[in-house]
Nanobody
């Protein structure tokens, strides 16, 4: 069974940076489209970024030019580099497998990102 363990969150000031990591097990990682999602307080979970096995990336419009998703197939790990963070980036960040109809695996515990002065 797929398992996702997210880490790297924290509290930062606006303009700061964080790097999130996701350790993945239970799947053939190299053929999976990996994605990062976030859920802000009181809001629906949303897709932030995805990366295909070939390295093609897609981003939510508000995070383009600020966030960068990557993958390490040798380590079964997905990462999200977040720069120029804004208060509206605050939320719990999760990773998952991205299917044609949305996330496909069980949710992990996520990692909290708080952007505040």
């Amino acid at each position: 069974q797929a398992r996702f363990v997210e880490s790297g969150g924290g509290v930062v000031q606006p303009g700061g940076s964080l790097r999130l990591s996701c350790d993945v097990s239970g799947i053939i990682f190299s053929v999976a489209v990996m994605a990062w999602y976030r859920q802000a307080p009181g809001k629906e979970r949303e897709l932030v970024a995805s990366i295909s096995p070939g390295g093609r990336t897609n981003y939510l419009e508000p995070v383009k030019e600020r966030f960068s998703i990557s993958r390490d197939d040798a380590k079964n790990m997905a990462s999200l580099q977040m720069n120029m963070l804004k208060p509206e980036d605050t939320g719990v960040y999760f990773c998952n497998i991205q299917g044609g109809l949305g996330p496909m695996g069980p949710w992990g515990q996520g990692t909290q990102v708080t952007v505040s002065v």
